[in-house]
């Protein structure tokens, strides 16, 4: 167990719609990452937030968006979805937002994403 | 498994055996490298690191070896078990970021 929770795990909807995907980090980490695991990309890093504020940005549509709570829970927001979007989609945390002492992140079991 | 679907090259290994599993990575500036193991219905998980000032480390039954030189980066895993048997990542990031991006991964399969 990594410490890392992400809910749903599972979650299926249709094309059009939005979903939130919830995730919580190891109890005192401060920086919080989103991946995502498609079957044809691997895991393409989409956003990294750190004490509430964005840190890094990678491959993030723009009808997807996230943010990091006061408590450092965060959330990724996918809307008008598309076929396309259906894959795993991993939180990680780590204590802090740059890897000066070590690059560990620790990841969640995901929550998988079915859009039909 | 997670990764049904994706066309991962595979290692397969007989127990017992050591495993080599290979990475190349493109871009020079990246100086810090780490492997992760996921197995099925699982995250990403964190195995060893290693900074591009240093050519070698090693863990508990595994150790990493970077070529600089010619952007490669292996995974050395002692005496294969069968819980080994999971997709292996490398990433890599840049500048003391924690951006890590990820290799395709590599399948090993441990044959009893």
């Known amino acids: 167990d990594s410490g890392v929770t992400q809910t749903p795990k599972h979650l299926i909807t249709a094309t059009g719609q939005r979903v939130t995907l919830r995730c919580s980090p190891r109890s005192g980490d401060l920086s919080v990452y989103w991946y995502q695991q498609s079957l044809d990309q691997g895991l393409q890093f989409l956003i990294q937030y750190y004490n509430g504020e964005e840190r890094a940005k990678g491959n993030i549509l723009e009808r997807f968006s996230a943010q990091q709570f006061p408590d450092l829970h965060s959330e990724l927001n996918l809307s008008s979805l598309e076929l396309g979007d259906s894959a795993l989609y991993f939180c990680?945390?780590?204590?802090?937002?740059?890897?000066?002492?070590?690059?560990?992140?620790?990841f969640g079991e995901g929550s998988r994403l079915t859009v039909l | 498994g997670e990764n049904v679907g994706l066309h991962l090259p595979t290692l397969s290994v007989q127990e017992g055996d050591n495993s080599i599993i290979n990475c190349a990575y493109s871009?020079?500036?990246?100086?810090?490298f780490i492997w992760y193991k996921q197995e099925s219905g699982k995250g990403p998980q964190f195995i060893i690191d290693i900074r591009s000032n240093m050519d070698k480390r090693q863990g508990q039954r595994v150790t990493v070896l970077l070529n600089k030189t010619v952007k490669h980066l292996s995974l050395q895993i002692a005496a294969t078990q069968p819980g080994d048997s999971a997709v292996y990542f490398c990433?890599?990031?840049?500048?003391?970021?924690?951006?890590?991006?990820f290799g395709t991964g590599t399948q090993l399969k441990v044959e009893l």
């Open positions: 990433a890599e990031s840049t500048g003391g970021g924690n951006k890590l991006t």
């Open positions: 990680a945390s780590s204590r802090t937002g740059d890897s000066a002492n070590t690059g560990e992140l620790f």
């Open positions: 871009n020079s500036a990246s100086d810090y």
